[in-house]
């Protein structure tokens, strides 16, 4: 178990639209970050949360935006969806300074 | 050029074989690096990490990293057929922790 959970397991979605994923991690991991994955290929890097701050972004566009809470949840949200955001979304969290651990993920498809 | 990349495979080893599996990476900036595995449907899940260059084991894993090179690879000893999956290589720079993935390698061992 990594002590991360994520919602919703499924989502279904029609281009335009907004979602918002979700993401809790035990308490003291003061790091999250979200990862998107394509199919058959590896995660790429959204952006990093530390103590509620921003702390690094990949290269998505702004319509690709975050949270993080005081309670170590966070959120992941994509306005006006596009086909190619079908995705399984990640979220991870550091345990210590170096590793991350993954959520299970939450896969969206975008019709 | 990827910043990291892998041999997508799939890469079939019998069972009881070791299998090697292959990463280059671009950035000679990076740190650290990381072995996660993914079965199919799922999110990946770390087998190893390693800093230095050398050989470090785990059970049956065994990561080796030569920087000069900038090659990371996995060794798996004795495969299973539970061994099957996805792998995927990650590295990360010292400042920050974004992780960097390449595409990962799928291996199929077979009884």
């Known amino acids: 178990e990594t002590g991360v959970t994520q919602s919703p397991t499924h989502l279904i979605k029609t281009r335009g639209q907004q979602v918002t994923l979700r993401c809790s991690s035990q308490?003291?991991?003061?790091?999250v970050s979200w990862y998107q994955q394509a199919l058959g290929q590896g995660p790429q890097f959204i952006f990093q949360y530390y103590r509620e701050e921003e702390n690094g972004r990949g290269n998505f566009p702004p319509r690709f935006s975050g949270l993080q809470f005081p309670n170590y949840s966070s959120e992941l949200n994509v306005n006006a969806l596009e086909l190619d955001d079908s995705a399984l979304y990640l979220c991870?969290?550091?345990?210590?300074?170096?590793?991350?651990?993954f959520g299970p993920g939450t896969r969206l498809l975008v019709l | 050029q990827k910043e990291v990349e892998q041999n997508s495979g799939p890469l079939s080893v019998p069972e009881g074989a070791i299998a090697s599996l292959n990463c280059t990476y671009s950035d000679r900036g990076s740190q650290s690096f990381f072995w996660y595995r993914q079965y199919s449907g799922k999110s990946p899940e770390l087998i190893m990490f390693i800093y230095s260059n050398g050989d470090k084991e785990d059970g049956r894993f065994t990561a080796q990293l030569n920087k000069a090179s900038q090659y990371v690879s996995l060794l798996i000893r004795d495969s299973q057929p539970s061994d099957s999956a996805t792998y995927l290589c990650?590295?990360?720079?010292?400042?920050?922790?974004?992780?960097?993935f390449g595409g990962g390698t799928r291996l199929m061992v077979k009884p």
């Open positions: 990650a590295v990360k720079r010292n400042a920050g922790n974004m992780l960097t």
């Open positions: 991870a969290s550091n345990r210590d300074a170096e590793t991350q651990y």
């Open positions: 308490s003291g991991h003061n790091t």
